[in-house]
């Protein structure tokens, strides 16, 4: 069964850190693109983040650059993202993703998806 599991989520104080798991089961990495999105309180899913594993690089939305980073265990057959200095305003649900174009940040272009883990940033 091709799913992916998120992990890692939790309470932080702003400037915190954390970081997110995301493993796939079901299939491997090769070949597709990962990417990360978040859905805070009374917004939009917006995707922040994404890796191929064909070459490793890393793409962010600006909201998040230099904060976090995002990279890839072939071995382990997961995607993590570590992320830094949080803020308040980083309080959301956070997903992964499975997808195919490179580089891309929109959800349309994702097809499976995880159950979605918490993060919540407040002192």
């Known amino acids: 069964q091709v799913q992916l599991v998120e992990s890692g989520g939790g309470l932080v104080q702003p400037g915190g850190s954390l970081e997110l798991s995301c493993a796939a089961h079901?299939?491997?990495?090769?070949?597709?693109?990962i990417g990360w999105f978040r859905q805070a309180p009374g917004k939009e899913r917006e995707g922040i983040s994404c890796?191929?594993?064909?070459?490793?690089?890393?793409y962010y939305v600006d909201s998040v650059k230099g904060r976090f980073t995002i990279s890839i265990d072939n071995a382990k057959n997961t995607v993590y993202l570590q992320m830094n200095n949080l803020k308040p305003q980083d309080t959301a649900i956070y997903y992964c993703?499975?997808?195919?174009?490179?580089?891309?940040?929109?959800?349309?272009?994702?097809?499976?998806w995880g159950q979605g883990t918490q993060v919540t940033v407040s002192s």
């Open positions: 890796i191929t594993s064909t070459d490793g690089i890393g």
């Open positions: 993703a499975r997808g195919f174009r490179v580089g891309s940040l929109f959800q349309e272009e994702y097809e499976t």
């Open positions: 079901g299939f491997t990495l090769e070949g597709y693109s």
